[in-house]
């Protein structure tokens, strides 16, 4: 894997990074860019800079997939720029920032673990709640949410004169889909929304190689098998259903976990 970027539309690029294997996307307008995802921490943010700088000297503007630090923790080095993000990615990352940065600093390395103490915890300056509109030195790029799903916050970022699509971890490749912060019932339904409404057949997932809309297609069927079946186990008890799931057994924990808890309504 290196970590050079590549062109997959017009002038947009993808960086896909060792850590976390995580994909950066970068739209290049006349004279100016967009910056999707800033990584995990300063380092790795100035990291991404100096890449960014091979590609294009425009000023940029950012948007946050969501509130999960290895997406946004290396927002502070794009600053002063605008930083857009869900409303509630915002708020996340206002209220619990601190939170997360001490459960990642609990599960890293010992070598790694002074460059997320380091992070100053930036959160989106510039929000909105289901769609917005970015000109991107002239192009037209669209921002949306389309509902609960990996987070609270997911925000598809949509380039259209390119037929690329960002999902952020709303589609996942290489792994299971993270379901720690998800809503397992509405996410398939979320999926479905983004690809009906959305044109464009290279969609680049939150992690993973670049995929098409066969594979998101495939993703949101298997979610809505997911779902069902936690649905049932809701009912039935997860013992008999725990190997009917497409996951490892500590993946559909996670999936059961949070399924019931929308199923018990605790969660909105
Ligand atoms: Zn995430």
Known sequence: MNERWREIGDRVYVRRHRSFDLNVGLVVGDDHCLVIDTRMSHREAADLIEAIRTVTSSPWTVVNSHAHFDHCFGNALFRPAEIWGHVRCAEEIEDYGEQQRAAVIGRLPEARRKEVEEVSITAPDQTF????????????????????????????THVPDAGVVFAGDLVEEGAPPAFSDSYPIDWPVTTAAMLAELTGDVIV??????????????????????????????????RGLVHA?????????????????QLDAQLT
């Open 245 to 261: 799931f497409p996951y490892p057994e500590d993946v559909t924990h996670q999936v059961i976990e949070r399924a019931f808890l």
């Open 129 to 156: 709640t289901t769609a917005a509109t970015l000109d991107v030195g002239g192009r037209t790029v669209h921002l949306r949410h389309f509902g609960l799903g990996h987070s609270s916050n997911d925000v598809v």
């Open 205 to 238: 997932p939150g992690h993973g190689r670049v995929v098409d809309r066969a594979f998101a297609e495939e993703q949101r069927a298997e979610l809505a098998e997911v779902a069902d079946l936690a649905r049932r186990a809701h009912v039935e008890g997860l």
